[in-house]
């Protein structure tokens, strides 16, 4: 261990973090900008600013990448550096599924506590009667309270289409995971690819059901609280499964050009981690979402 | 290859980088933690001149020198930036410099991700404050964004305040996933986890925290926005939503935010109790145990900050209960410091001070939890002067004095030179005497029925908040000679030996001081 110690890189000065800085400042200035004059339906410099901060952020994940990629290449890296990666890395998915436990956690309240209270439930009924008292609580939410009405998206069709083609793509990542610890760069090529393809396909349905929703529900953002989680959680999901695709094409790109082998690839391992856990946040989702 | 590896690990850790690009570009964790302290300084005189607007207003009944919107800005922004500017970076900051130097490590694990985590803090907080001079003003609604203040009846700029709260969020993720990691991966041979010190061990549980619930925050803060600027209703009975369900999520994060703020501070009593009185720390695998069990019961007590607002029965005895146990495992602690200090070799340098103060102060604090947390008597205090007596004791007399408590102890380590002792008595004395006399009555303000967040008041509570304002405002005073004496020490105190203190432990005295810009890059050997 102590020779392993003994040779954890520790990385000399780099300009990227405080460039990635500065995108990140930019980009969250820019999108409050953006939102402000959206929603007041005004000019403003609020776009322009969150789309330089895009391509700061974008310039500064080339780069550092390049180096690190390039640090790895050039063998700097020990086990344990690896470890610290891979650690790392898990500690991220967690704080990740802690978020969209958040929203899962709204739902779950909207659901099982205010829309029944609303109508009536526990020792609500003045609530109820003072408030609504036409309301109807059930679930999903079709007729808020305050009189907005949608229709309940169901699970059959295309949700369990993308579910069957989300859970395929998780063994299909898998089964390139293998063909690398293998090294049989074929297998690898081929199951990453169609991993590609599986999330690709994903996305343009999940836009389908999102067109669906909008025109034929009348199921919207707005409404109420049922849309609301809805889309959010579905919305948050289709990010993630964007963000993981982008990732695994990269993962492709470096591949073709040779990069990994049975023994070093955290980059690889890191995306497939990651990949997994959007597949298995879309399982509850659908279960949760959909189905109950 | 291999010896080009080596060149370059030659290279670059015998030269100390200069002028600016050594703060912009470091991927040392002495100078990154440096870079916290001295931001979270800052920040601390930004939120503190805040409370100086507040303590002025509230000198007399009746408005005299700012508008109530103003004054709710001032509340908001001082409490925003004192938990996340403040209080929050400080302990980053302390970790950074002391866990790889605690645990023999060459550094933090992931050292540019380190840099990163530190530089966009300052961007995040000038987005919070830049909100101030917008149209409408900047957040108002109370440092805890309830809906529907923050929603409906909040100013324009809230959306700057909720991507501000994002990059602090991503700022704390990231700052713990390092810390987190560095004490999984980086301990020396022989550091087993039992061996750690509790400094290291508080922050590892803290670390947990951070990432389990900076999330739930960011998730807050969505839906707030989301709510106000795309039509959805959360927090709106019309749409089927619920503004108590607001409070709900904020307080999952929220309570154990505040023992994110507390834990650190554990570790760091824990340090300078035993060194100051020669003695071993009484009862460090129970200290260890306890402050799992805070972090455990932390997830389980969110809704004692909303016993008023109508949860059934059943939620509130629960709550309830369950917050009254946190007491257990936080008596554990004080108990161990007081069965610390008995028949021990006792001195009070500066630290020793501090971490006295603390032990009797923060009890305090404790103790007035206590009160909060039974039920019915909270319906009497909610939302009064008592509340805010009850978490400044905590805050100030427990995190920021274990924070000062902290820098006296380790300034000689960090700086190489000793701070001037009887100035650093004085900043301890007017502190400990100034912040009683602005605490202290805000508890009788509070039991009497003062509101707090309200910038005007009925005249039988002047006479306290005269005497509050004065503490208050020597208060503030008094930190501006900690800066002073910070100051004093780095350029032109006495050189410091390696350990300056008898009776302190632990691997970073084993170190030349000032610590050499790289420390332990051949990991120490540890019985």
């Not at chain 1, 529900?217 to 499964?241: A, E, I, K, R």
């Not at chain 2, 590896?5 to 470091?26: A, E, M, N, Q, Y």
């Amino acid at each position: 261990m102590a020779e392993k110690h003994a040779s954890y890189y520790v990385p000399a000065q780099s300009p990227w973090p405080i460039v990635g800085a500065i995108g990140l400042g930019l980009i969250a200035f820019g999108a409050g900008h953006t939102v402000l004059d959206v929603s007041k339906q005004q000019e403003g410099y609020g776009s322009t600013v969150l789309s330089a901060g895009l391509v700061v952020i974008a310039v500064m994940l080339f780069g550092w990448f390049r180096d690190q990629i390039n640090e790895s290449m050039r063998g700097l890296y020990s086990d344990q550096l690896g470890n610290s990666y891979r650690q790392g890395m898990a500690w991220f998915i967690f704080s990740e599924v802690m978020f969209f436990a958040a929203f899962f956690g709204a739902l779950f309240y909207a659901r099982m506590v205010a829309v029944p209270w609303l109508g009536g439930a526990s020792n609500n009924a003045m609530t109820n009667e003072v408030l609504w008292p036409t309301f109807d609580a059930i679930w999903p939410l079709v007729k808020t309270p305050g009189g907005t009405e949608t229709q309940a998206m169901g699970w059959y069709g295309l949700p369990l289409i993308n579910t069957a083609i989300l859970v395929t793509s998780s063994f299909t990542c898998h089964f390139a995971h293998m063909g690398l610890e293998k090294g049989k760069r074929g297998q690898l090529k081929l199951f990453l690819g169609l991993t590609i393809i599986l999330g690709a396909i994903f996305l343009y349905l999940q836009g389908a059901e999102y067109v669906h929703a909008y025109h034929e529900l009348g199921l919207t953002l707005q409404s109420g609280v049922y849309g609301n989680t809805f889309y959010l959680l579905t919305g948050f999901h289709g990010m993630h499964v964007t963000l993981g695709t982008l990732m695994l094409i990269i993962m492709f790109l470096r591949i073709l050009k040779g990069h990994f082998s049975a023994d070093n690839h955290f980059a690889f391992q890191a995306t497939s981690w990651y990949w997994h856990f959007v597949d298995a946040v879309w399982i509850a989702l659908f279960v949760i979402v959909y189905v109950l | 290859m291999s010896t080009a590896v080596g060149d370059i690990h030659h290279d670059h850790h015998h030269h100390k980088p200069s002028g600016i690009t050594r703060w912009l570009f470091t991927t040392n964790h002495k100078d990154i933690g440096s870079l916290y302290l001295w931001f979270s300084f800052l920040m601390f005189l930004t939120g503190g001149a805040m409370a100086m607007v507040i303590r002025a207003e509230l000198f007399q009944p009746g408005l005299q020198l700012v508008e109530p919107h103003f004054f709710n800005q001032m509340t908001t922004v001082h409490g925003l930036i004192m938990v996340f500017g403040a209080v929050m970076p400080a302990f980053t900051g302390l970790a950074n410099w002391m866990i790889p130097m605690m645990i023999g490590a060459p550094d933090m694990a992931l050292p540019r991700m380190n840099n990163w985590s530190f530089w966009i803090l300052p961007f995040a907080f000038a987005i919070l404050l830049s909100s101030l001079f917008m149209p409408g003003g900047g957040p108002a609604f109370g440092w805890t964004f309830y809906a529907p203040l923050s929603t409906t009846y909040s100013p324009d700029s809230t959306a700057l305040f909720v991507f501000s709260i994002h990059i602090m969020g991503i700022s704390s993720i990231m700052g713990a996933i390092n810390v987190i990691v560095t004490i999984m991966n980086m301990r020396a041979p022989g550091m087993n986890y039992m061996k750690m010190p509790l400094f290291v061990w508080t922050w590892f549980i803290t670390a947990f925290l951070l990432i389990a619930v900076m999330p739930v925050l960011a998730g807050a803060v969505t839906m707030v926005l989301t709510d106000k600027y795309f039509g959805t209703s959360f927090f709106d009975a019309a749409g089927g939503g619920d503004p108590v369900m607001f409070q709900h999520i904020f307080w999952f994060f929220g309570h154990p935010e505040v023992y994110i703020m507390i834990l650190p501070s554990f570790g760091i009593i824990s340090a300078i109790i035993p060194a100051f009185t020669r003695k071993r720390l009484f009862g460090y695998s129970s200290m260890v145990y306890a402050t799992a069990s805070i972090a455990v019961l932390s997830f389980l007590v969110w809704a004692h900050h909303m016993f008023t607002t109508g949860m059934p029965v059943f939620a509130e005895l629960f709550f309830m209960y369950c917050t009254m146990l946190i007491a257990v495992p936080t008596g554990v602690k004080v108990f161990n410091w007081v069965a610390t200090m008995w028949r021990g070799a006792m001195t009070f340098e500066t630290p020793m001070l501090f971490a006295l103060a603390f032990v009797i102060l923060f009890t305090i604090g404790g103790f007035s939890g206590l009160m909060l947390a039974i039920t019915p008597v909270d319906f009497q205090y909610h939302d009064t002067y008592f509340v805010v007596a009850h978490f400044h004791y905590v805050l100030v007399t427990g995190a920021i004095f274990s924070i000062m408590a902290a820098c006296y102890y380790w300034l000689p380590k960090w700086s190489g030179h000793m701070y001037d002792e009887v100035l650093a008595r004085w900043h301890f004395w007017l502190s400990v005497i100034s912040v009683n006399v602005l605490f202290f009555p805000m508890h009788f303000a509070g039991l009497a029925g003062m509101p707090r967040r309200i910038p005007d008041y009925s005249v039988q509570f002047a006479d306290i908040n005269q005497i509050v304002s004065i503490g208050g405002f020597a208060f503030g005073l008094t930190q501006l000679l900690f800066l002073y004496i910070v100051v004093k020490c780095v350029r032109k105190g006495k050189p410091a030996p390696a350990k300056p203190w008898e009776g302190a432990e632990g691997l970073e005295w084993t170190v030349p001081s000032p610590a050499p810009y790289h420390t332990f890059e051949t990991p120490p050997k540890i019985d």
